[in-house]
């Protein structure tokens, strides 16, 4: 018995720590979508041009290997299609629209701020619906989080706030929530990379409708792309947009918060905000302010407090065949 629940305690923590480097690595992912993106938009590209390449051709690499991971079993896509649609429209398409526009009304530090409150929303969410109340640790973490992501973002000068634009980026929040709970969610029995597929497929049809109806302007050149003096050709930084910060980025993510749960993922991916600023200094030559790196370890520190408030409850031992019930025992 002792050797059994050993060796449950022991996967727990594998699971733990697979989870957190798959979310690691999705979060170095999606901070390198903002370098690469401006690159592109100093060529020529509009916003929307670029998330909607993004969107498509990481559709397009994940299409087929999610209905492969399907094995057949197409009933799974029919009973959680209202989680599909969510998905893809709230977290893929109307976290990257909101985004878009509230970076139109305001300073893109104050929105990507604003947009990252998503965690203390999914914790929030978690308390008032499935009564999942946050320890105290887990409050201290998010409030040194949020205290380093305010010196990451050097917003502590103040900014001129508009209203609008606060309601877009407050869009954006809702969006990067519904990324973070949907894809911890295993009651539907999707394989990560089916919701994945399915959540791009739905987004970049969305972004697609939208640059059709002139809701998103829709701008691309082919003029060559420049990053801190190196020239590159335009495909690359598109090829590197769809399968390195959305494909790669959004498997990892959905395994990561299928092995963490909603809450510890979405504070590891506060990541993301770190890495943007470590890839806009070797990309475009934008090197962080002494301020900007002390939030950067403000936000680690955070995440390592969530994971602590986390306490055990990720390596729960579920009861054992031989402590159950004989009623519950399935028959032989």
Known sequence: MATMTHDRLVAGRSGTTTGLAFAVASAVSFGLSGALARGLLDAGWTAGAAVSARIAIAAL???????????????????????VLTYGIAAVAGAQLCYFYAVSYMQVGVALLIE??????????????????????TVVGAVIAALGLVLVLDVVSGADLSTTGVLWALGAMVGAATYFVIGADTENGLPPISLAAAGLVVGGVVLLAAGWLGVLPMRATTADVVYDSRVVVWWVPVLALGLVTAAFAYVTGIAAGRRLGSRLSSFVALLEVLMALVFAWVLLGELPRTVQMLGGVLVLAGVVVVKLGEGTSALAVEPLPEEQDLSERPAS
């Open 61 to 83: 690499v994940l299409v087929v290997p999610g209905a492969l991971a399907l094995r057949g079993r197409w009933h799974l896509v029919r009973d959680s299609r209202l989680t």
């Open 116 to 137: 990252y409150t998503a965690p203390v929303a999914v914790v929030m969410w978690l308390w008032l619906r499935h009564g999942s109340r946050p320890t105290r640790l």
